[in-house]
């Protein structure tokens, strides 16, 4: 079954930390994995879209990996800051042919505080 | 231009009310999508469009009614909604449908409240 788990499920970190989400998939064939960020009530933005060959990817102070053979993804946040609160959800892209076949995870819910 | 943009925001519809929703894309993508998301869950899609035809329908009831009148356009016509359709309504567009590695844009959504 294609399935996309996220973990932890919510955070709660302090300005300035960095933080570490995971995402671990079996969808397969794999053709891509992005992370998004959703405010509350808004549309997801995307932060990084991973190919089979690519294992790692920045976007300023998100950096996500890949590792395909172990079917895992991180999303690395430096140096985190108020406007970084928001749910990050795990995308992975099943290769068809025809057409994307996206499986969403559930997000991780991140909280920065003071 | 790289604007996925949605209308309304907000809406509130009882039972028996028609509405619809709007999305606009200047793009130049082919491909359009409509995805429902409930709180706290991931978007769920819908209805994907390919070149301005329904290529995709993901068993939605027929009380949502999708309408691509052209490239930049995708409506979603609602009629007799439940309750439980208030959700959040978000349209994404991207270039291709069949390509897998194309980025996925999103709007800001449309947030249904039946009552």
């Known amino acids: 079954k294609n399935q996309v788990e996220q973990s932890p499920q919510s955070l709660i970190i302090l300005e300035g930390k960095n933080c570490t989400l995971q995402?671990?998939?079996?969808?397969?064939?794999?053709?891509?994995l992005r992370w998004y960020k959703q405010d509350t009530g808004r549309g997801p933005v995307s932060l990084t879209i991973?190919?089979?060959?690519?294992n790692t990817k920045s976007n300023g102070r998100y950096t996500a990996t890949l590792d395909a053979d172990t079917k895992q993804s991180s999303l690395h946040i430096t140096a985190s800051q108020l406007s970084d609160s928001a749910s990050y959800i795990c995308?992975?892209?099943?290769?068809?042919?025809?057409?994307?076949?996206?499986?969403f995870g559930t997000g991780t819910r991140l909280q920065v505080t003071l | 231009d790289t604007e996925v943009t949605q209308t309304p925001k907000h809406l509130v519809m009882g039972m028996t009310n028609k509405k619809s929703l709007k999305c606009e894309q200047h793009?130049?993508?082919?491909?359009m999508y409509w995805y429902k998301q409930k709180a706290k869950k991931p978007p769920e899609l819908m209805f994907v469009?390919?070149?301005?035809?329904?290529?995709i329908n993901e068993s939605v009831p027929s009380r949502f009614s999708p309408e691509c009148p052209n490239s930049s356009l995708l409506n979603l016509h609602l009629h007799a909604l439940q309750p439980e359709d208030s959700a959040l309504y978000l349209c994404?567009?991207?270039?291709?449908?069949?390509?897998?590695?194309?980025?996925?844009?999103f709007g800001e959504g449309s947030r249904l409240t039946v009552l």
């Open positions: 995308v992975v892209t099943r290769r068809t042919g025809t057409a994307s076949k996206l499986t």
């Open positions: 991973m190919t089979f060959s690519e």
């Open positions: 793009m130049g993508h082919r491909a």
């Open positions: 995402c671990n998939y079996t969808v397969s064939p794999f053709s891509n």
């Open positions: 994404a567009s991207s270039a291709w449908v069949d390509r897998e590695d194309g980025e996925l844009f």
């Open positions: 469009y390919s070149y301005e035809k329904l290529s």
